[in-house]
Structures are given as structure tokens and as C-alpha cells.
């Protein structure tokens, strides 16, 4: 989608055009005849939430009026939901061009609905020989966005279609080779980003026990990836500040392995890379916008497959850290090639933070169904509820779960440290991120899980089915957080 700023008289606008209208006290020059204010006065009398589309030949206007005295977040959030709802009227109407103006409405929220528009324009379609329709430009009222801010948005959306561009993309056309090869030539042409991919020969002369046992099943070889991006060089701090590492699960294909998934439960597991997609996209998109921040993304990736050679329940592995670890299923292999990478990230970087995204366990889905994130913390309270905190803002939220002393029994394996999978059915999310836990060691971590947000089965929100991108605003608002506490501290 092209996007331009241009000032919009609504009044005399030509093309298809869309208003937003909030507050009734502050509106003013309304395009609409006397006709059309009473149709809208009437609604508004009954509800404030409503589309109206009025013909103004041989064009649309799309009058969007919406309840402004909500608390920002949620009028934001049903604001690009309303936006996904005009999408498809838009689609409907084969309109490829609009404008966007507003009255007695704040420029956040123009921007929330901008957001839903572009969220809920994306569909992965580069497989059907008929593309869609999708919004080509977009013309924004520039009493409403300055072209810095449209430009770091717009880039943050291209990082989040890329995210949900490669979770789609079956493991046939994206084996963990592949994936690093992209990620390495994206990170090529980004300022201030290297990347270092690591090979099999590499990743066994490092001992990754986890990631090598994962991919003994499979005939594509693993890779581990690391990207860096620091974006405090050569500023007033020192180039050494000590990174937020990002870890993200690349699992490419997940089969479950020898402990197979049944039926239907393989389908969809092309996204169980979503984690790595994940936080090589944060990264990227804070390189983009050059957040002042050191990151560093630790990204293991393999596809987990059974074969003659696969590793095996009752298998005891050596982990990067020298944990033993018995294999209890090796459809838990998520945590197998996590705690490798969260290992390294903690021996060789001095994190100042380990966060880790990863559709790591059913149970999350059980949990919270697919409106939220999984969320886990040991020594890093305060991170947490700062994510808390922006997570309700951009409305991708987490709940926070209990990491107890008590659930570390669960995971215990009587002929070695740990055992990668529990004996019960109870508190599945909880023992995997205190299984991940262990390998930070003191170092301030936090999990999430985005089993349930990564991939949608049903379209829902401004989502159509397939994946999300899901938190990766949430990062990023992050970060951009890290940037405003760092300010006021000097
Ligand atoms: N990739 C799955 C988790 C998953 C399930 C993600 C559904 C997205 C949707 C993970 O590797 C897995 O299979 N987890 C098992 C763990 C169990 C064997 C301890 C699970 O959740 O059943
Ligand atoms: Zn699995
Ligand atoms: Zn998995």
C-alpha cells in the first residue's frame, strides 16, 4: 500500500473518502447534506459505533462514526477492527484508491485506524494464480500524521507483513537454510545489523545438544542465527552497553517427531517458527527506525521430523550449558533448541534481559484461547510489567503466569538434571517456561508464549486466518519504552 500525506478538504474532496467521526461537540465542516446529518444524528442517538456508506457518484464515502470517550486503548483497538470492516467494503467495491480525514477525532486514533487498514489488508496470496483485491493507496489528512511518524509506522507494518509472510510459507519453500539466507541478505542492506549464521559443522563444534538432537530426524541441516543490531554506538553511551537478547523458537515444520501428532493436530505447524520470524522482525524494524537500543536475536532453527535417525524418547542430551537432559517426547522440542540458544545468549552476551518468543505449548491456547499471550518471568518483575503495561496499549496483551519453586519437581528426571517434558497433563505452559528458565540462570528473563496468537484458524480481529505477526508491536513499543526511561534517567 502507497501512503501519502495531503491536506483533505472534505467538502470538496474527489475520490472515495473516509471519515472518521468521534466527537460530536468538536466535529465540524461535516461533508454531508441535511439529509445525511439527520441520518447520522439518529444513529448516533441509538448507538455511536456505525459505518455508513453514502454514494457520492461516481464515488464512496465511507462515514465512520465511532464513541471517543471509551478509554484509548479500547477505542483504538475497535477502531481497527472498524477499519478491517471498511477494508472490506473498500475490497467490495473493487475502490483501490481512498482518502482519510476526521473531525472531533485525535490523531492517535486516525493512526489506530490507519493501522487496522494496513493489518487487514494483508492476505497470503502469493500462491493463488488470481491475486485479490487488496488497497493500493492511501491518502492521509495531514492534520492528523507528520511524515516522520507515518514513515516509522509504515516501516514497522513492513517488518510485521514480512513476519506473517514467512509463518505462512510452507516448510516445502522455507527449510531453516532458506530462512537464514533471507534473514542474512535482509540484514545486509540494514544499517548498523550484522548477522552470523551458524551451519551444522558450527553448531556441533558449539555442543548445542538441544537444536542438534531436534534436527537428527530431519534431511535439511539446522542453522543457528544471530543478528545484532546497536543502535547506542556511537552515541554518548558506551558501544558496550550490555543487549536485550530476542530468542525466538525456528522450528520450520513441527511433526511432533517420533511421538507424531495425530489427525488434524499436524496441520499448521509450518508456524512454529513464528518466534524466530518474531524477533528477527522486532529487530529489523527498530534497525528501520534506528531505536537507540542494543538488541541481539538468537534464532535456532530446524524442522522436527521422525525418521531412522530422529532422536528418541528415553534419549539423554547434553545441552549447550552441559545440562543433561532426558527426552521424555520429543514433541516437546520447542525448549530443546530455546535453552540452547538462551545458554549462549547468557554465556556470551551479558544480557541485560533474555526475552523469548515461541509457540511453544498447546496448554497456552487451552489457557487464554487466542486473545492474549502466555507470559512468564524470572528476576525481571519490573520488565514485565512494563510489557504489561505497552501490551495493553498497542492491545496485544499478555497475562502473566506463576513461575513457583513447586513447578520445578514437575520437571525433574531421575537420570539426568532435567526432563524436557512433564508426566501430567498440569500446567503444561508453566513447566516448559521453568524448563527454559533454567538455562537463563540469574539473568532477568521473560517467555512468551504465543501459541495462541501466532496463527489464527478463523479470521478474528483485523486477522484474516493464518498468521499474525502478534507482538511485534509489543516489542517494539518496548523498546521504544527502553529509549523514554533511558532519556529521563540522564
Ligand atoms: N509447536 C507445539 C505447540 C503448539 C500447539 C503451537 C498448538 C501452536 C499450536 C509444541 O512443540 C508442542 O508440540 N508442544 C506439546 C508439548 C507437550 C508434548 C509437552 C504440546 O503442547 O502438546
Ligand atoms: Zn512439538
Ligand atoms: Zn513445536
Same mark, same amino acid.
Given at each position: 500500500?502507497?501512503?501519502?500525506?495531503?491536506?483533505?478538504?472534505?467538502?470538496?474532496?474527489?475520490?472515495?473518502?473516509?471519515?472518521?467521526?468521534?466527537?460530536?461537540?468538536?466535529?465540524?465542516?461535516?461533508?454531508?447534506?441535511?439529509?445525511?446529518?439527520?441520518?447520522?444524528?439518529?444513529?448516533?442517538?441509538?448507538?455511536?459505533?456505525?459505518? $455508513?456508506?453514502?454514494?457520492?457518484?461516481?464515488?464512496?464515502?465511507?462515514?465512520?462514526?465511532?464513541?471517543?470517550?471509551?478509554?484509548?486503548?479500547?477505542?483504538?483497538?475497535?477502531?481497527?477492527?472498524?477499519?478491517?470492516?471498511?477494508?472490506?467494503?473498500?475490497?467490495?467495491?473493487?475502490?483501490?484508491?481512498?482518502?482519510?480525514?476526521?473531525?472531533?477525532?485525535?490523531?492517535?486514533?486516525?493512526?489506530?485506524?490507519?493501522?487496522?487498514?494496513? $493489518?487487514?489488508?494483508?492476505?497470503?496470496?502469493?500462491?493463488?494464480?488470481?491475486?485479490?483485491?487488496?488497497?493500493?493507496?492511501?491518502?492521509?489528512?495531514?492534520?492528523?500524521?507528520?511524515?516522520?511518524?507515518?514513515?516509522?509506522?509504515?516501516?514497522?507494518?513492513?517488518?510485521?507483513?514480512?513476519?506473517?509472510?514467512?509463518?505462512?510459507?510452507?516448510?516445502?519453500?522455507?527449510?531453516?537454510?532458506?530462512?537464514?539466507?533471507?534473514?542474512?541478505?535482509?540484514?545486509?542492506?540494514?544499517?548498523?545489523?550484522?548477522?552470523?549464521?551458524?551451519?551444522?559443522?558450527?553448531?556441533?563444534?558449539?555442543?548445542?545438544?538441544?537444536?542438534?538432537?531436534?534436527?537428527?530426524?530431519?534431511?535439511?541441516?539446522?542453522?543457528?542465527?544471530?543478528?545484532?543490531?546497536?543502535?547506542?554506538?556511537?552515541?554518548?553511551?558506551?558501544?558496550?552497553?550490555?543487549?536485550?537478547?530476542?530468542?525466538?523458537?525456528?522450528?520450520?515444520?513441527?511433526?511432533?517427531?517420533?511421538?507424531?501428532?495425530?489427525?488434524?493436530?499436524?496441520?499448521?505447524?509450518?508456524?512454529?517458527?513464528?518466534?524466530?520470524?518474531?524477533?528477527?522482525?522486532?529487530?529489523?524494524?527498530?534497525?528501520?527506525?534506528?531505536?537507540?537500543?542494543?538488541?541481539?536475536?538468537?534464532?535456532?532453527?530446524?524442522?522436527?521430523?521422525?525418521?531412522?535417525?530422529?532422536?528418541?524418547?528415553?534419549?539423554?542430551?547434553?545441552?549447550?550449558?552441559?545440562?543433561?537432559?532426558?527426552?521424555?517426547?520429543?514433541?516437546?522440542?520447542?525448549?530443546?533448541?530455546?535453552?540452547?540458544?538462551?545458554?549462549?545468549?547468557?554465556?556470551?552476551?551479558?544480557?541485560?534481559?533474555?526475552?523469548?518468543?515461541?509457540?511453544?505449548?498447546?496448554?497456552?491456547?487451552?489457557?487464554?484461547?487466542?486473545?492474549?499471550?502466555?507470559?512468564?518471568?524470572?528476576?525481571?518483575?519490573?520488565?514485565?510489567?512494563?510489557?504489561?503495561?505497552?501490551?495493553?496499549?498497542?492491545?496485544?496483551?499478555?497475562?502473566?503466569?506463576?513461575?513457583?519453586?513447586?513447578?520445578?519437581?514437575?520437571?525433574?528426571?531421575?537420570?539426568?538434571?532435567?526432563?524436557?517434558?512433564?508426566?501430567?497433563?498440569?500446567?503444561?505452559?508453566?513447566?516448559?517456561?521453568?524448563?527454559?528458565?533454567?538455562?537463563?540462570?540469574?539473568?532477568?528473563?521473560?517467555?512468551?508464549?504465543?501459541?495462541?496468537?501466532?496463527?489464527?484458524?478463523?479470521?478474528?480481529?483485523?486477522?484474516?486466518?493464518?498468521?499474525?505477526?502478534?507482538?511485534?508491536?509489543?516489542?517494539?513499543?518496548?523498546?521504544?519504552?527502553?529509549?523514554?526511561?533511558?532519556?529521563?534517567?540522564?
Amino acid at each position: 500500500m502507497n501512503y501519502t500525506l495531503e491536506t483533505i478538504n472534505a467538502k470538496t474532496f474527489e475520490g472515495n473518502l473516509i471519515y472518521l467521526y468521534g466527537d460530536e461537540t468538536a466535529a465540524r465542516d461535516l461533508p454531508l447534506g441535511r439529509k445525511e446529518i439527520e441520518e447520522v444524528r439518529k444513529h448516533r442517538e441509538r448507538e455511536r459505533d456505525f459505518v $455508513l456508506v453514502f454514494d457520492r457518484l461516481p464515488y464512496h464515502l465511507y462515514f465512520v462514526s465511532f464513541d471517543s470517550e471509551r478509554q484509548a486503548p479500547d477505542c483504538q483497538e475497535r477502531l481497527r477492527c472498524t477499519a478491517t470492516r471498511v477494508l472490506r467494503m473498500l475490497i467490495t467495491e473493487a475502490d483501490a484508491d481512498a482518502a482519510i480525514t476526521a473531525s472531533g477525532t485525535l490523531p492517535e486514533e486516525v493512526a489506530a485506524f490507519v493501522e487496522g487498514l494496513t $493489518l487487514a489488508d494483508y492476505s497470503f496470496d502469493r500462491y493463488i494464480s488470481k491475486t485479490p483485491h487488496h488497497l493500493q493507496n492511501l491518502a492521509i489528512d495531514s492534520l492528523f500524521l507528520k511524515p516522520d511518524e507515518l514513515e516509522a509506522s509504515r516501516r514497522l507494518w513492513n517488518r510485521i507483513f514480512w513476519c506473517r509472510e514467512w509463518v505462512n510459507l510452507p516448510v516445502q519453500d522455507l527449510n531453516a537454510a532458506q530462512f537464514a539466507d533471507e534473514l542474512s541478505s535482509i540484514a545486509a542492506d540494514l544499517e548498523g545489523v550484522s548477522c552470523t549464521v551458524m551451519d551444522l559443522k558450527q553448531i556441533q563444534s558449539l555442543r548445542m545438544g538441544g537444536l542438534l538432537a531436534v534436527n537428527r530426524g530431519s534431511s535439511d541441516e539446522p542453522r543457528f542465527v544471530v543478528l545484532e543490531y546497536n543502535g547506542v554506538k556511537g552515541g554518548r553511551r558506551k558501544a558496550s552497553t550490555s543487549p536485550i537478547c530476542l530468542v525466538g523458537k525456528g522450528i520450520m515444520f513441527d511433526t511432533g517427531g517420533l511421538n507424531i501428532k495425530p489427525g488434524d493436530y499436524m496441520c499448521e505447524m509450518k508456524s512454529d517458527m513464528a518466534g524466530a520470524a518474531t524477533m528477527a522482525s522486532v529487530l529489523f524494524a527498530a534497525a528501520d527506525n534506528h531505536l537507540p537500543v542494543h538488541l541481539v536475536a538468537l534464532l535456532p532453527m530446524t524442522d522436527n521430523r521422525p525418521a531412522a535417525n530422529a532422536y528418541a524418547p528415553d534419549d539423554i542430551i547434553t545441552m549447550y550449558d552441559g545440562t543433561t537432559v532426558e527426552v521424555v517426547n520429543t514433541d516437546a522440542e520447542g525448549r530443546l533448541i530455546l535453552a540452547d540458544a538462551i545458554a549462549y545468549a547468557a554465556k556470551n552476551y551479558n544480557p541485560q534481559l533474555i526475552v523469548t518468543a515461541a509457540t511453544l505449548t498447546g496448554a497456552a491456547v487451552r489457557a487464554i484461547s487466542t486473545f492474549g499471550i502466555a507470559a512468564m518471568q524470572q528476576n525481571a518483575d519490573c520488565p514485565m510489567t512494563m510489557l504489561q503495561l505497552v501490551g495493553d496499549q498497542v492491545y496485544e496483551r499478555l497475562v502473566q503466569f506463576p513461575m513457583w519453586r513447586e513447578y520445578d519437581e514437575m520437571i525433574k528426571s531421575k537420570f539426568a538434571d532435567l526432563r524436557n517434558s512433564t508426566m501430567s497433563p498440569q500446567a503444561g505452559t508453566i513447566t516448559a517456561g521453568k524448563f527454559l528458565a533454567h538455562f537463563a540462570g540469574e539473568v532477568p528473563f521473560i517467555h512468551l508464549d504465543i501459541a495462541g496468537v501466532a496463527y489464527f484458524t478463523k479470521a478474528q480481529q483485523y486477522y484474516r486466518e493464518g498468521a499474525s505477526g502478534y507482538g511485534i508491536r509489543l516489542l517494539y513499543a518496548f523498546l521504544q519504552m527502553q529509549e523514554m526511561i533511558e532519556k529521563g534517567k540522564k
